[in-house]
């Protein structure tokens, strides 16, 4: 574990795994320790993983501005990573929840972003609409499983406006391509590892405007690889498409039989996937 200041003086950890060239990840949650990221499959024997636990979880401080867990305050916190790094430029991996910082660091620091790698990455931060129909056809796919017809009712109920409170619990199967006994541990740490406080100030309102970063993702100039799980109910493989289509330097690969955490469900698919080459500058490819 390493530790440096942030600017406002907030002590901030990271925690390094692996040799190579460093690849920031940043974790998401919101606002979960990085240590449900693990080593991202193997990642680590190919990258110099270098994970960040955002402020107030995992090994950093709680600062003593509760604001600042806003994901737009945060930004700041990314800056002084790459600084404490010596890093001219970042290569950025961020998962979920943490592409809405990657992303506004993006914006805010275009000419510090070397490459950036958004897995299963919340479209909230640009706008993306995922509807109910759209979670529907991806869970769909998984009619096949034992515990699909309790968990498919449940998010009939939610979908319909009708969710007991049981039912956010009841639908978690969905999120894992496998829903095995790695996946049940990881979920049932995933509470302990999270900070819920700062998880419902990261989207404060007036966080940051989805439109002015669509803009602002136009002009960016480092190229970016979008990994989406096939049965993802949180960004299925046809809105990941339209994701990917924001930026100029773009490749969407779709991970067969993953959802939300691909590193768990395949890890040597996600490897693959994580240190293949960037894609070509002035190419978008939306391909699976």
Do not use: K
């Not at 961020?94 to 993006?106: E, K, Q, R, T």
Request: with cysteine.
């Amino acid at each position: 574990m390493d530790t440096f200041e942030s600017t406002d003086g907030t002590r901030l950890a990271c925690h390094r795994e692996g040799e190579g060239r460093p690849l920031v990840c940043l974790p998401g949650g919101p606002m979960q320790a990085s240590a449900y990221l693990g080593d991202l499959g193997g990642l680590s024997a190919h990258r110099a993983l270098v994970l960040l636990d955002l402020r107030g979880t995992g090994n950093s401080a709680v600062p003593a501005d509760p604001s600042t867990y806003r994901c737009d305050r945060q930004v700041d916190d990314v800056e002084a990573l790459r600084v404490h790094l010596g890093l001219d430029r970042l290569d950025l991996l961020a998962h979920s929840a943490g592409a809405a910082l990657a992303l506004l660091y993006a914006t805010r620091h275009p000419d510090r972003v070397a490459g950036l790698v958004l897995v299963t990455p919340s479209p909230r931060v640009v706008g993306l609409e995922v509807s109910d129909a759209d979670r529907r056809e991806v869970a769909e796919l998984r009619r096949g499983e034992p515990w699909f017809a309790e968990a498919f009712a449940a998010f009939e109920r939610i979908w319909a406006g009708a969710a007991t409170e049981g039912d956010w619990a009841a639908i978690t199967p969905f999120t894992y391509g496998r829903w095995d006994d790695v996946a049940r541990t990881g979920d049932a740490r995933a509470e302990a590892q999270r900070n819920a406080d700062a998880a419902a100030r990261y989207y404060a309102d007036g966080v940051f405007d989805p439109t002015a970063v669509r803009s602002a993702l136009t002009r960016l100039a480092a190229p970016v690889r979008l990994v989406a799980g096939e049965v993802d109910v949180a960004l299925p493989p046809s809105r990941a498409a339209d994701y990917a289509a924001l930026f100029p330097i773009a490749e969407l690969v779709v991970q067969p039989g993953a959802g939300h955490f691909p590193w768990l469900d395949d890890p040597g698919a996600f490897v693959r996937t994580a240190v293949a080459s960037r894609p070509a500058v002035g190419r978008a490819d939306t391909g699976g």
